[in-house]
């Protein structure tokens, strides 16, 4: 009796060590995190830096989004198109942005200001068109505003 009440503590002490580990590792991930937004805030962000992490990191790009996104869209169907928002509650179904993939029919043009980057990628003769706005806003980088037509 006394070996298993021994091993039950025992397991329990390394499920608590694994907990504790754990949340060590995370608490300075989001300290890490933190001080890189306070640092960028501070001295100002580059944009470079920016844009490979709002590729690559899901969650550093939800924070990075104003929500009500703001965006146009059209499709090949109708002459018509509509503005669209992309409301706060879109957080939950939002699809990370990849970097994108040029290849030989692809175009990228972009346009950049101290406070503002516009980035055109399309198909030259073709519909296919997407447009991302990037804003400074205090130092810190955010996508605003976003079009695709088809």
């Not at 504790?20 to 640092?39: A, F, L, R, T, V």
């Not at 965006?71 to 699809?95: A, K, L, M, R, Y």
């Not at 400074?136 to 079009?147: A, E, H, Q």
Request: hydrophobic share 35%; glycine share 4%; charged share 30%.
């Amino acid at each position: 009796m006394k070996k298993r009440t021994m091993l039950a503590v025992m397991v329990l002490l390394a499920g608590l060590n694994a907990l504790m580990i754990n949340s060590c590792i995370s608490s300075k991930k989001d300290s890490k995190d933190n001080q890189s937004s306070e640092n960028a805030r501070a001295t100002g962000e580059d944009f470079d830096d920016f844009y490979f992490r709002f590729h690559t990191d899901s969650l550093f790009q939800i924070k990075r989004v104003i929500f009500p996104l703001k965006g146009h869209e059209t499709d090949n169907t109708t002459e018509e198109s509509e503005d669209f928002h992309v409301p706060n509650e879109g957080i939950n179904d939002w699809t990370m942005m990849h970097l994108p993939v040029l290849d030989s029919d692809l175009i990228l043009e972009t346009e950049k200001t101290d406070t503002l980057v516009k980035e055109r990628i399309y198909i030259e003769a073709s519909s296919f068109e997407i447009i991302r706005v990037f804003k400074r806003i205090d130092k810190i980088w955010y996508l605003d505003y976003y079009y695709s037509g088809t």
